[in-house]
Nanobody, 119 residues
């Protein structure tokens, strides 16, 4: 059973930075495509960024140039470095993983971490 646990959410001021982490257990992490999604109130969950098993990143237009996804296979962890945040980035952020190459991993999910951007 694959488990994903996010951390690093919190309150950040507009223009500031925040780094999210997601630790995976129970699977061959190095073979997984991993990603970050976010969900706004009363909206569908949307992809933010993903990273292939080989480390190739994908970003949606909303975060390209501001967010950076990375992975450390030795630590079974992915990260989302969030820079130049704005109130529109306020959402619950979820980590997801899939044991194959896809830019939309979705087989396994974490419980989410709240990010709030506010003065």
């Amino acid at each position: 059973q694959v488990q994903l646990v996010e951390s690093g959410g919190g309150l950040v001021q507009p223009g500031g930075s925040l780094k999210l982490s997601c630790v995976a257990s129970g699977g061959a992490f190095e073979n997984y495509a991993m990603g970050w999604y976010r969900q706004f109130p009363e909206k569908e969950r949307e992809l933010v960024a993903s990273i292939s098993a080989s480390g190739y990143p994908y970003y949606t237009d909303a975060v390209k140039g501001r967010f950076t996804i990375s992975r450390d296979n030795d630590k079974n962890t992915i990260y989302l470095q969030m820079d130049s945040v704005n109130p529109g980035d306020t959402a619950i952020y979820y980590c997801a993983g899939t044991p194959r190459n896809t830019y939309r991993p979705s087989d396994y999910w974490g419980r989410g971490t709240q990010v709030t951007v506010s003065p």
